[in-house]
Each structure stands twice: as structure tokens, then as C-alpha cells.
């Protein structure tokens, strides 16, 4: 069951991927009319039934592993970001008969598959819950919060895909490098899964004996070549080298060198891309964005904002402190992920008293969609990861 | 009234409004800590068995003053509070004020040996289940706190003090003849 | 300050752009479409500003204000993540050598600033007051003159108005007019739209109430602020801790000594092998072993009502419960919750003695229960041993003197007086040896030595005791929000205007949001008549020339 559960997500990944080609095909393909005037490039109807396909085989890898473990399969790093890139998939999937537009399969779908990967360079195997989380609210609070930021990203998507419509990239303002930033991002992270993912396949690690903060003896393993070793750290196994710097104590060597490959990484693929582009990667794009109607992508945006954000604020806030109070006695406790989400919550309800009340549309309000976002990543990833608390499981 | 008058008077009465609850939350947040039974409240009467086995109720001592002082053996101050009671303590005894020191919930055995160790003179209570700390609020201690001779609370002072300090308390609670 | 009388006659407050009642421009603007926002009706705010009253309200009433203090509560909020808060720090750490201990100098500045207890600073309450405060009056201001205008709207707009509007046609009519316009309102009432006529006129309109969505999170979110400033009303809010060790009872505090719980027996389940090999992985990747169950088996029970705090009486059994994370004990307001706990703290020790040659003294056998040892123990042989003092948690203080640190025993001491047979415990001195864990000091000329035998030890579980009268209020206010949230957010106002002026058609549309099935449903009902394809004019606006 459970490796059944695996391979349904390996399955809906390639749907993913098929989607996003159909999507492409509809946009760039030549468009064939028939007398009648009706459309005959089938490919974005191929392309949304494959995006259903796909989010039906998501919801299969779902539902078995919920049977597989016993519980929601939504208690760590893994199934959470899993999750978060298929709820992003099912807002889609939702969204698209409304509007209709090919161009936000196009932008959705790989981050769809990003996130995926991404979900997928943390331990996958199940792992059992620990008494705080035995509760029905672990799946009634995180599957109604992961589906109201599933919903939120597709405001994201439309709102990149806003900028790489507007933005004017024959100059080189804030504007330009701000979507640069984006794309290096989002190239950085398919850096990230790529690099991680293929020394992990090719099964390496790197062992090193060092000084750790409490100066003790300690050895730590690395899974990727070492470009800065750990405290006074000397190589015990037989792959691996001697890293040219060495860390001082209270750094985490290892996660310093992972960032550190992945911005390398991220590097090389944004120069590649710039140099076969020969222009900002934004900019390379712009011509297949050129018949969007910026009006309909900024109205997206705020729709899919605007239905996200009670779904958010349900999930992330209220059961959030329903459980918070049976759970550790207290609706509200300041807890890192609390206060982050607390942030998400007054960021969006700035973003709607700013559009509604003073008028911040179309680029500015397509910009801090994005910083929405990126306020959504931050608390997944920085604040489970680095900021320890309460919700730190991963 | 005309109508700049009446939106004048509306404004004001919402703001004053806001402004008093707000200004009260804020004074009962950053104000010293309140203890449950403070001064101007009635002392909440209570049993309790002294050492010896007999029983103490606060009630008994109507029309006198009581000095009740919570303390443990592992407490620094109240060591020395009750060293300098035991100068005092017979004088105001005959001036009518009590002196009840209760302890919150430590053994027996302790609490009659540091009556040996320091050669405490008067009684001890031992407060079992902190039922009379809880009815009082006390959290940290030495919490002591003067009732008069009405059975209200004129006083409660918490930490360390000297002896003028203590004096003046035991004096405040003086029953007038 | 003058009203301002529109052409049609309706009398305008002061401030107004767009006539309450035909919708006439009253104010010269350049822009293409007019700005609907509240529909261009006076906020009050904006109107006077005369006393300082007036002042401080129009202050608050600013949006622009409002989302000023939401952005200086969001950037504070998270100021407060950079380090753990005092309240997650270790326990026993002291806060003012932690942070600086911990994370250098950008600790101690943390600290200095306060930052470690951020969220109850003064300023960061006065910043939640501010925000509440600008939540009554912006709703307040903008609540009121929406209703009239809204109350007030008339079927006939003026040519300006409609010419204004974001979606916007106008064509020739023809003698098929009156059938269209019939049509028309068909197919608008089919969509479940409010339709009104006048002078052969109409207007459509459709889910209006989705405009009182925001009013009505803002008075939920007020409650809920109010029930949160509550907290610190006394009285409302109880949060206390309470140690209970097996087998014994302990008063629930802040119930006034009415309820004692019992703890009949704590446990601590592990995910084994028996969990199956699908958890194997993850386990052998821990550690620590994973903890799957915290319980504590627990008995209520009640002090009859007519006691006296302390008065010995018995207490009435009331009720049983396994208390586990996620699975509270509730009883009456108060809730007990399993939170902490503490494995194998010591209970008993028993010793035995040993005399010169080594050989233990036979009969001379005792247990000292260390929560509550007896001052002697008496042997049929002759032999007595006194307990001269006792430490439940041992140290040296600061004068040099031994002392307890506390009443639990985490490390007790005992100081032992032996006296052998040809003692007289009231009249001689015997002899004395402090003893503790693997600690054994005679401490004047000792002839038997006491051995420790065994030590007996019990689990204790820790109970969280939370009484919070605010819930309800907090409730409410949390139930009210989303209510309002989701009125305002998934239903829309729509509405269609359309009349026949001068042999012309004339329609406008506008909607709050979700412009796109208010272009649907106009394509949908003006489809097959003469009626003029509304233009969005905003698309026009921004894009003068596009080449396909």
C-alpha cells in the first residue's frame, strides 16, 4: 500500500510535466482555425485533462498513504510540501473553466513540479506521530491551511506571470533585476533538486570527525561534496575530500554547504540560460506571454487571493488555535509558525485593504503577490527548519 | 442640539470609551503583580494545625490583629523575617496582634527540626495542600499580610524587609483600645 | 461646509463625488472611469476637522493609517522570531545572561531592546490598541454613508455616471427596443437579479449583502480583540501548574480547594518493533526512542461544600479520566492538561547499619519516606536513630550553611543521629553522618556506619490547570470574522444599468470585484437583442495600441 502510495505520486509528477508540454504547445503551436472559426489545437484541452489526471493520481498517493500510516499523510517536511504543490495543482484545476487561460497552466505547472521535488529531497519513509500531533485537528488544520496557500500560490502565478507580461525588459531598473531575482529562485531551487536528488541516488556521503558547539567530539555526515567543512573537521570515510574552508563551531556546516551548492548551482544554470538567451530570462519569456490580457491576469490574482485568504485564515489561524488550545493548553502561545502565520495573515489583509481602498492594481499589486509567496516559503522552509519551536517535526 | 454638537459628543464618548478599557488593560498588565487577596480586601477565614496539634482558625482572632506570614525553610528572607519576629513578637502579642506563620507544604519533620536549628519561639503551621497559599495567592515568598483587627486586609508585602519595615507593619494593625 | 444639491435635486453631504441618488459626478475629475470606491459618497472622516476630537478620529479613520499599523504589527511580529522568546527558553535559564550567552552580542542587544518578551511589550499592545481602535472608527465612517448610498441608489442614473463606469456600451436603438428591453430583464431575473424598473429604465442587482462582508469580519475581529484584552481582567484567566506523584492527591488550585486530583498511575508508551516495519526506518533514524503516548490515569474528586479552606473532610469521588496530550480532563470551567512530566524521581530510601567489624546490625532496618520522613526510628535491640536534618534538595548557600533549595528531592541529604543501646537519645549526643546519594560523611566519632539499601523511586506527572472565561468571547469574535470573511469574499456585487436615452442605448456595469462573470452575465443576457457589447474600458486605458 504504501509503496503503491509512491508510485501514484511518481505517476501524477509525470502528468505534471505532460501538462505543462501541452500547455506550452497551446501557446507556442500554431493556432488552426477550421472554417467555422473553431479552435483545432486540442492541446490545452490535453493539457487541463491531463492537469485532472494528475491531480486525481495526487489525491490517490493521498488517500493510500493516509491508509498506509494510520494518519494524515501531512505530519512532516515531505508530506506537507507534497501537499502544498498539490493543493496548488487542485486550485488550478479548479480556476482554469472559470478563465480559461492557457498562460496560467503554463506558469503553474512547473512550480507545481517544483514543489514536488522539492517536497521530495526530505525523508520520504513514514514516519510514526508523536503524541502532539494524535489528533483529527492534524488533518482538519493542515489540509484546510495547505489547501488555502495551494490557492494563495496560484496568486503568486498569476501575478509572475503579470510581471513577465509587463515589465519592460529592455531596461535594466529594480523592476528587471526584481524578476530576475525570481527566476534565479526558481532556477536555484531546480539547482537544489537536481544536485541533491543525484548524489543521493549515487548514494554519496562524505564523514567527518570535528568540534561541535559544545566542544565535544562529534562526526557528521555529508551527502554532497564538501565545499566547507565543519568545525576543525577531519574526513573519516573514504569518499570526500578536505574542504578548502573549514566552518567555526556555531554554524551548521552542513546546511551551510547545501545553500551553498545550491546557490552555486543556481548560478551556473541562470549564466547557462542568460548566455543561450541572450537576454533576461524574464525577458526571453515575454514574447510567449504577449497576447495575455493583463487585466484578466491581475483579476486572477486578486481571485485567487481573494478566495485563498479565508481558507488560509480558517486553517492557518482558527483550527490552528482550536487545536493549539487542546493541545498545549493555550489558543495562542507565540510560537515561531504562529507568528509567522500571523504575519501571512496581516501581509494578505494589507494586500486587500491596499487594492480595495487605495487602488494598488496591476504591477504593485502583482508584486506583492509574489512577496506573499515568499512569506508562505519562508515559514515552510526558514522557520521549521532554522527558527526552532513547537512545530519543528521535520 | 445641532449637528456638529451631537457628532462632537458621539466621537468623544466612543473614544473615551476605547480609551478606558484599553488604559485599563494596560494598568492591570504592567502594574505589580495583584496577589488574589490584597490590601482593602476581606482575609478569607481558614483552619489550619499548628505543631503541636491544635487547631488555629483565623476567625478566632475577631477584633485582633493578625500578622500572617507564609514562608518555607529553603527561604533566604524568611529566615531572616523570623529571626527578627522572634524580638517582637511577645510585645505585640500583648498589644493584640497575632503572628501566624504558615508554611507552605513542606514535611513535618522539617519544619520542627528548623524550629530547633533557629530556636524559633512561636508556633508554626504547616499549610498542607497550600490550600490557604492558594486562597491567598501567594507565589513568592515571604508574602505577608497584615489584617486588622475588622478582618480586613490593610497590608501585603511580599519579599524581603527590614526590621523597622516589619515593625511598622506589626504596628499598623494595632487594635485601637 | 454646505450639503451640495445635485441637478436632480437630491441634497449631497459635503465631500461627496458621485450624487447619492443619479449618480452625477459632482466634482470635475479627468480620469476615465469614476472611482466607485464606497460610491463615491462623503466619508465623514474626510468632511470636518475642527477639534482635536475631530482630529484623532479622522486619524483613525484613514485606511492608509490602518494599513500602516498593519504593516508595523507585521514587521514587529516578526522581530520577535529572530530568538526564542523568555518563555522558550530552556527552564532554568536565566534571561539575562541566556541571550547573550547563546547569540553573542546581537542577544544582549536583543535582550536590552526587550525583545525577548515582545509580544506583551507596551508598545506592541499599544500597536494591537491602535489597530483596534482604527477598526471601530474606519467601520464606523464607512459603514453609515454606504448603507444610505446603497439605500438611496436610483434607477435612473445620470448619462455621466453611466459613461463612467469601468464596463460601458452605447448604440442606436431600433423598433425592436421594447422587445430586447423585455428580454433583457428576463434573462436578468432568470439570474437571479434584483431587478428594478423606472421611466422605462433598469437596474440590475445582485448580491449586495457580499458588501457588509467586511463590516461584519471587522466586528468579529473587535470581539475577538476585546476578548483578548479581557485576559487581563482578573478572574478571567487561570494558568497554573501541578505536580502530582503517583498514588497521591493534590489540590487543583484556583478552584478555591474544592477539586484534588489523583494520579493513580503515569505512563509513557515508545513506538517499538511492534509498530510495524513501516515505522522502522524513521525510528532507527532517531536517537532518541519516539514517545507515542503520555498518560496519566486520574481520579477527581471534591470537597464537600460546606468545609473551610484547610478543615480536614472527606472528599467526594467525582470522576475518572485518562488524561493524554490532545485529551484534556474537563471539569466544570477548568481543564487539566497533560504536559509535563518527570520519570523515576525518588520516593523512599532504606537503610540499614553497620557496626565497627563491618557487620550489619541485625533488626536495625528502616525506610524514610522523603516527602515526609519521621523524626525517629526506634529498634526493639535498643538501637534509635534520629533524623537531625533533612534536605530534600541539597546545597551549600552563600553563608556556607547547608540548606534545601526547594522541597522536591532531587538530591536529599539526611543528617543521622545514631544512638546505639548505651545511648541515651535526650541526654547524650550520638553519633552524626550525613548521607545522600552515593555521598556517606561521618561527622564526629562515629562507630556504625549507615548503608543505604535501597532507594525506591515514582514517576510524577505535571498537569497544565487552564480556566479561560474569554473562550466564548473569543469564539464568537472568531466565528463572526470568518462569517464576515466569507460574505465579503465569495459573493460578489454586481449590477447592470440600462436605459434608453435620446434613441440611445446606454449600459453600464459595475462590480465590487470579479469583473469577469459581471462580462459574462451581460454578454449572456444582452445575447440575440441590439443591445451594445459593453466595453471594459480600463483595458483600453492602459494599452492605447496593441498589435496582434
Known sequence: MFEMSSNMLYIAFGLYLLSTICFAVSITGKKFKNKTGEERNKSALFGYVTAVGAVGFSIAYMALRWIAVGHAPVSNMFEYTAALGIAMALAFVILYPIYKNNYLGLFTMPVVMLIIAYASMFPTEAQPLIPALQSEWLYIHVITTVIGQGILAIGFAAGLLYLVRMVDFTKKDKKVKGVEFIMFTLVATVAYVGIVGGFQAAGYEAEFQYINEFEEEATIAYNLPPLVGPNEGELISEQGFDPPILMPEFIVSEDVNTILWSVLGGMVLYLLLRIVLRRPVGGALQPLVRNVNPQTVDEISYRAIAIGFPIFTLGGLIFAMIWAQIAWTRFWGWDPKEVWALITFLFYAAYLHLRLSRGWQGERSAWLCVIGFALIMFNLIFVNLVIAGLHSYA | ?177 | MKDVICECGHKNPYGTYLCESCGKPLKEEDKKVANMRYEGVARRSQTYSSSIVDKVWNFFSSVKVGIWIIVLLLVSSSLGTIFPQEMYIPPGENATEYYAQEYGIAGQLYYDLGFHNLYSSWWYMLLIAALGISLVIASLDRFVPLYRALKKQRTTRHAAFMRKQRLYGESDTDDSSDEDFDKVRAALKKKRYNVREENGNLLAEKGRFSRWGPYVNHVGLIIFLIGGMLRFFPGMYLDEQVWVREGEREVIAGTGGEYFIENHEFIVDFYDDDAGELFQEAITREEAPVVSNFQTNASLYRQPDDASIGGESDLEHVEDHEIRVNDPFQIDSISLFQVDFKLNELNTFSFGLEDEEGEMVGDVEFTVDLNDPEGFYEFDNGYTIEIMEYFPNFYIDDNGEPTTLNRVPDNPRIIFEVFPPELEPNEDSGELSMVGIQVNESLNDTSHTIRMTDADTIDVTGLTIRRDHTLPIIITGGAIFMVGLVQGSYWHHRRIWLQRKDGRWLIAGHANKNWHALKKDIASVTEGTSLPEPVDQLDSEEEPQKDE
Open chain 2, 1 to 177: 442640539m445641532d449637528k456638529k454638537q451631537k457628532r462632537f459628543w458621539m466621537r468623544s464618548s466612543i473614544l473615551l470609551v476605547m480609551l478606558a478599557a484599553i488604559g485599563y488593560t494596560f494598568y492591570s498588565h504592567f502594574s505589580e503583580d495583584r496577589g488574589l487577596v490584597d490590601a482593602g480586601d476581606e482575609a478569607p477565614d481558614f483552619v489550619l494545625t499548628d505543631l503541636d496539634g491544635e487547631e488555629v482558625e483565623l476567625s478566632d482572632y475577631q477584633g485582633q490583629g493578625v500578622y500572617l506570614n507564609f514562608w518555607a525553610t529553603y527561604c533566604t528572607f524568611c529566615r531572616q523575617k523570623m529571626d527578627d519576629l522572634k524580638d517582637h513578637y511577645e510585645d505585640f502579642e500583648e498589644r493584640g496582634v497575632h503572628v501566624l506563620n504558615v508554611n507552605v507544604d513542606e514535611s513535618t519533620l522539617q519544619v520542627e527540626r528548623h524550629k530547633e536549628r533557629y530556636e524559633l519561639p512561636y508556633d508554626l503551621m504547616i499549610d498542607r495542600d497550600m490550600l490557604v497559599s492558594d486562597a491567598y495567592g501567594v507565589g513568592v515568598l515571604p508574602t505577608t499580610l497584615s489584617i486588622n483587627a475588622d478582618g480586613e486586609v490593610v497590608n501585603r508585602s511580599v519579599g524581603g524587609k527590614t526590621e523597622e519595615q516589619l515593625v511598622g507593619e506589626l504596628e499598623s494593625i494595632v487594635p485601637e483600645t
